[in-house]
């Protein structure tokens, strides 16, 4: 609830199951009994207000963290200091990890870190929260306590700072891409106006945040459901541009691909978005791409495919050229490749041709290659690189021929060929 009576009270959430379940019980319960309060806090409550799946649920409470560590020894439950200075603590119960958090008033924030006084002061913990949609409280009877109003900013899909937008951004940079994220996500119309102001103005404090969380927060944004509307403000503002360079042009490409994964009915692929809003394709060099986000070695392989120089993926081109795109490459990247080759020809996302090549790895399996080097070695050549060389020009015939099958008489003719070619 909340202290001003003009503002839309919130409804209870007694009958959720997530709330009613024995872990976040079991919680609220303990702290209840060693004289303190816990409430569960932010994006679960936030959630369940929307009607939207309840993932993680986070606590706060009055309980200073020695005394959380204290009562949960009493109980006998696994309790890990996972950041005992900030006031959190990790709660086990039934397998299941919960973070209890004491309220806390930041005094001075270092980006990410902060030095804290910790409260009982339920709207001082609040005020220094992100947006006014995670502040957010549910007790264990299911009320919805709401001192800064966010339950009408999440009635009116609204994300907006709690008190100055240019404070809480430089509390934490990040915040500017969660801003955009969380307005992605949750909100309707255009970003607030204070936010995004703050958040242009403030743009070059990107800079200072490590690969990894930009990644992280950068991942996620590319994931939901308003990205298509959202990412183009970025990209105008110069927002991006800092991250990951110039992607005005990017952002249409991004555009059209998802249109083509609606289309298709796939679900969102970010770090296929990812390529697409940078631009990768043949020719690109995404290495540089995966060193500013710090991507994982699979993720750099995935762009590293997508500049593969290649015209077999364009459904004008004869299909034995996909299949053999298809063979080399493996299904991923061949997917991947169509997808960005389809956005990027300008085609309808619900066009047949480009379809039908996208789906080539449904009708056609690449098959395996007929002749081993043991087979090499049961016709008397010797270990070695001669195994390698012969093994290799054979299936390069085998696929310009495509692939034909282990009865086919040409195999035993084309081996043969070869083996002498070699042996000369």
Not at 156 to 185: H, N
Not at 328 to 353: E, H, K, M, T
Not at 406 to 414: E, F, K, V
Request: proline share 6%; glycine share 8%.
């Amino acid at each position: 609830m909340t202290g001003d009576t003009s503002l839309p009270r919130p409804p209870s959430l007694a009958d959720a199951p997530w709330l009613a379940s024995s872990g976040p019980q079991r919680v609220m319960r303990l702290i209840a009994e060693g004289g303190h309060e816990a409430r569960v806090v932010g994006g679960a409550v936030r959630n369940a207000l929307l009607g939207a799946p309840v993932k993680d649920t986070d606590f706060a409470t009055t309980a200073t963290p020695d005394e959380v560590m204290r009562l949960a020894a009493a109980a006998k439950l696994d309790a890990v200091p996972t950041g005992l200075a900030h006031g959190t603590v990790t709660l086990i119960v039934d397998h299941v990890p919960f973070e209890v958090t004491t309220l806390r008033r930041d005094v001075e924030t270092f980006g990410r870190h902060a030095r804290v006084h910790f409260t009982t002061d339920w709207r001082e913990d609040a005020a220094r929260r992100d947006f006014t949609i995670n502040a957010l409280y549910c007790d264990a009877a299911g009320t919805v306590h709401d001192p800064l109003g966010g339950y009408g900013d999440l009635l009116a899909r609204r994300v907006r700072f709690i008190g100055s937008a240019e404070e809480r951004i430089r509390e934490d940079y990040l915040r500017i891409l969660r801003f955009f994220r969380f307005t992605a996500d949750y909100a309707k119309g255009p970003p607030d106006a204070d936010g995004l102001a703050a958040s242009v103005a403030l743009a070059p404090g990107l800079e200072q945040l490590s690969a990894e969380r930009i990644r992280g927060e950068l991942m996620r944004l590319l994931k939901a459901p308003r990205a298509v509307e959202i990412v183009p403000i970025l990209a105008e503002t110069g927002v991006l541009s800092r991250l990951i360079g110039d992607v005005r042009e990017g952002a249409a490409l991004l555009a059209r691909l998802a249109a083509i994964e609606t289309a298709l009915g796939q679900p969102t692929d970010p770090v296929l978005r990812l390529a697409a809003l940078a631009g990768i394709g043949p020719g690109a060099r995404p290495t540089v791409l995966g060193e500013r986000l710090r991507l994982s070695n699979a993720e750099i392989e995935r762009l590293h495919q997508l500049a593969l120089p290649s015209s077999a993926l364009d459904p004008a081109t004869d299909e034995r050229k996909a299949r053999a795109f298809l063979y080399r490459f493996g299904v991923q990247a061949f997917r991947d490749g169509v997808l960005i080759a389809w956005a990027r020809s300008g085609a309808a996302p619900d066009c047949s041709r480009w379809r039908g090549r996208y789906l080539l790895p449904n009708r056609w399996k690449a098959p395996t290659l007929p002749v081993r080097g043991a087979d090499l070695v049961a016709r008397g050549l010797a270990e070695g690189p001669q195994i390698g060389r012969v093994l290799s020009a054979f299936e390069d015939w085998w696929i310009a021929e495509d692939f034909p099958r282990d009865d086919d008489h040409r195999l035993a003719r084309a081996l043969s060929d070869i083996v002498k070619a070699n042996q000369a």
